[in-house]
């Protein structure tokens, strides 16, 4: 018979998991006697030579250990058994999961977690990772630069031994080891990321490049050379692997970097391979073998005599398999296959078919540029149109503007917009979705609006009950244009909130709510939602970011016609939620119709 008790578990984690529990009983402002003696508890499990374990399938003898009364012996067989204690738990409802780590890092106790908490709504790493990094601890409390410095420095060290990277960190991290390993000359004919980074994935576990050889650099001598110069690369900080056609090494940030070096003859059996995702390869290599292929990757093969069918690009490689090209984004086997063998992909929205960007802040708000420069900046990368979107007054930790603010603003984005800047300048604004889902501005100011952006930035922990409420009131508010931010999510530092998506999308739908591009992109398009690309822009220096959210949007399968900001600007306009006692353009044409029906 298996023992109910799980014998693996180890003082160390059973300590860890009371450790939590008083750090988290801390932060709710439990009586001081409470959680220490949760962490009396933890040190002393800590420091047991016996397994806690082992002795929990016998509570007598665990009683029997100095310090051990009735009710901690419980509270141990209870975590031996179940993996986890129930009043962790029930914390963690409370806060989210990510806290704990912002608790492990180095300078951080519960008392100064909880401030940030409290203050900022800071739950993650990199939430507190922003704050030190822009300056705004110093003006809390207990915090000043050199704690801010102490936080920057412990962050780095949790990287480190933690998990997963930005994908902007690891294309930067790519562009200068392209760079480095270019510098090869004629060793190399060409430098290729695969893995998640190519797939568009929004964060990188490690980052995968191929480099081809040059023609006649082949030889074992040569491509060691090569292996030689990759590895001189200045931010390594450790090499991990040198073989024959691999090298592996981490940066200084702790990013893992996986080389290969391969022959020409095979890059497409290898950039397929390598670009994954491991799910969409299975699937491919199930298809080949049904076809009497082999798929590796070096080649496409036939099973019977291995003859080679295919392995310089990934093109031919799909044709041999009787499918169409798949965008490196769709291929996590979630229906690509299928659709690719019926001709059926989606034709995915392109950046250069995006033409306006739906949501950013001037210095009004918390912007760091003004309405022109905003303006130039977004007419240098292309955009036909901006909304300029600032603050509503309930944010009143971004700035945003009261009613007199606002109308005054409105005033001058309108005279932006017949500055002649070579772009059009739509007056919006971004309106907080206040608890009970009223939005922040009285209906005179709404209606003077082109652009109304909707969002959540206060009462984010919400019971999904309730945040589901809020959120089907703000889209029934005639008002209300696009949901920004919609998943509250900020990758990396934010949990998402916890709401009822499907029946809040299909609310938006029936309403005609567009949704800011998410991690839900295909469940819009189901819906028929219309979805609007935008960067949230800070600064001039954010609106390149755009192109992000096409990545998203593609990852999505989204087309041109799911994406509203592909329109052009006048029927951009058209095609958002007509406001009450506006005349769109259909009513105006069918009002025209009535009239001259009456005149005959
Ligand atoms: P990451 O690094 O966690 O962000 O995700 P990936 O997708 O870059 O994964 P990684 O670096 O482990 O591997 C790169 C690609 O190599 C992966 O997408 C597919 C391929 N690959 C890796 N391991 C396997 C495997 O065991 N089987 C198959 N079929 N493919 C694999
Ligand atoms: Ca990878
Ligand atoms: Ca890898």
Known sequence: ?????????????????????????????????????YEKAAELVDSLPESVAALAQEPEKLKELPGIGERLAEHLQEIVKTGDYSLRKTLLKKYPETLLQVLALQSLGPKKVSLLWKTFHAGTVEAVEALAREGKLRAVPGFGEKSEQNILKAVA??????????????????????????????????????????????????LDLLVTLGAGHTTK?????????????????????????????????????????????????????????????????????????????????????????????????????KLDYIP??????????????????????????????????????????????????????????????????????????DERRMAAHIRKLREADKAGLGIRIFAGAEVDILKDGTLDYSTEILAQLDVVVCSIHSYMNLEREAMTERMLAAIENPYTQIIAHPTGRLLLRREAFDYDMEKVLD??????????????????????????????????????????????????????????????AEKFLGALRAKPGARTAAAAGAGARRKSARRQ
């Open 328 to 401: 490196p984004e769709l291929r996590e086997n979630s229906g690509e296959i299928a659709a690719a063998e019926k001709h059926a992909l989606p034709k995915l929205v392109r950046r250069e078919e995006i033409r306006g960007d739906l949501q950013m802040h001037t210095t009004a708000s918390d912007g760091k540029n003004t309405i022109e420069e905003m303006a130039t900046a977004a007419r240098q990368l292309g955009h036909e149109y901006i909304a300029i979107t600032d603050h509503s007054k309930t944010v009143t930790v971004a700035n945003g503007l």
């Open 221 to 321: 001598a040569k491509v060691e050379t090569l292996a030689e110069h990759i590895l001189e690369f200045p931010g390594i900080e450790q090499t991990l692997a040198r073989g024959e056609n691999k090298v592996s090494f981490t940066l200084e940030d702790g990013m893992q970097v996986d080389v290969r070096l391969l022959e020409k003859e095979s890059f497409g059996a290898a950039l397929l391979y390598f670009t994954g995702s491991k799910e969409h390869n299975v699937a491919l290599r199930g298809r080949a073998n049904e076809m009497g292929y082999t798929l590796n990757e070096y080649a496409l093969s036939t099973l019977k005599g291995e003859k080679r069918m295919a392995g310089a690009s990934e093109e031919e490689i799909y044709a041999k398999l």
């Open 157 to 206: 060290t949790f990287r480190k031994s933690s998990g997963r990277f930005h994908v902007h960190t690891a294309e930067e991290a790519a562009e200068r080891l392209i760079e480095h390993i270019g510098k090869a000359g004629k060793a190399v004919a060409s430098v290729t990321p695969a893995g998640s980074l190519r797939r568009g994935k929004e964060t990188v576990g490690d």
């Open 1 to 37: 018979m298996q023992s109910l008790y799980n014998q693996r578990m180890d003082n160390r984690q059973i300590a860890r998991i009371l450790r939590e529990t008083a750090q988290l009983l801390e932060i709710d402002g439990a009586f001081i006697g409470r959680y220490r003696s």
């Open 507 to 568: 609310a938006a739908a029936r309403h005609g709510v567009a949704m800011e591009c998410n991690s839900y992109p295909r469940m819009c398009k189901e819906r028929g939602v219309k979805v609007v690309i935008s960067t949230d822009a800070h600064s001039t220096q954010n609106l390149p970011y755009i192109r992000f959210g096409v990545t998203m949007a593609r990852r999505g399968w989204l087309e041109k016609r799911d994406v509203l900001n592909t329109l052009p």
